[in-house]
């Protein structure tokens, strides 16, 4: 049974840190692109980040470029997401994921390119 377990959610104050931590089992992971949602109260799920299999490319959205930064170990099959600098509008249930396609060069914004998820871990920042 393949899982994507994320750890390392929790509150923090505006402008502190935290990393997440997703740790997959049941299969590799290692040559699919493997990225992290969220998911605001009240709104929808969105993209953040993602690192291609070989991690020759990432994608992150602007509105966490320069505070967010991803990255994988492929020997562990865990993805990283280490957050800085955090604001309240990062608030949301941070989901880890792991795209179907084997070896793209570039990752996906698409949710739906996206096989595996986790159940989520919560991120909040007070203001």
């Known amino acids: 049974q393949v899982q994507l377990v994320e750890s390392g959610g929790g509150l923090v104050q505006t402008g502190g840190s935290l990393t997440l931590s997703c740790t997959a089992s049941g299969r590799s992971f290692r040559d699919n692109t493997m990225g992290w949602f969220r998911q605001p109260p009240g709104k929808e799920r969105e993209f953040v980040a993602a690192v291609n299999w070989n991690s020759h490319a990432t994608d992150l959205i602007d509105s966490v470029k320069g505070r967010f930064t991803i990255s994988r170990n492929n020997v562990k099959n865990t993805v990283y997401l280490q957050m800085n600098n955090l604001k309240p509008e990062d608030t949301a249930v941070y989901y880890c994921?792991?795209?179907?396609?084997?070896?793209?060069?570039?990752?996906?914004?698409?949710?739906?390119?996206?096989?595996?998820w986790g159940q989520g871990t919560q991120v909040t920042v007070s203001s």
């Open positions: 994921t792991a795209e179907s396609y084997y070896r793209r060069t570039y990752p996906s914004r698409l949710g739906n390119e996206y096989a595996d």
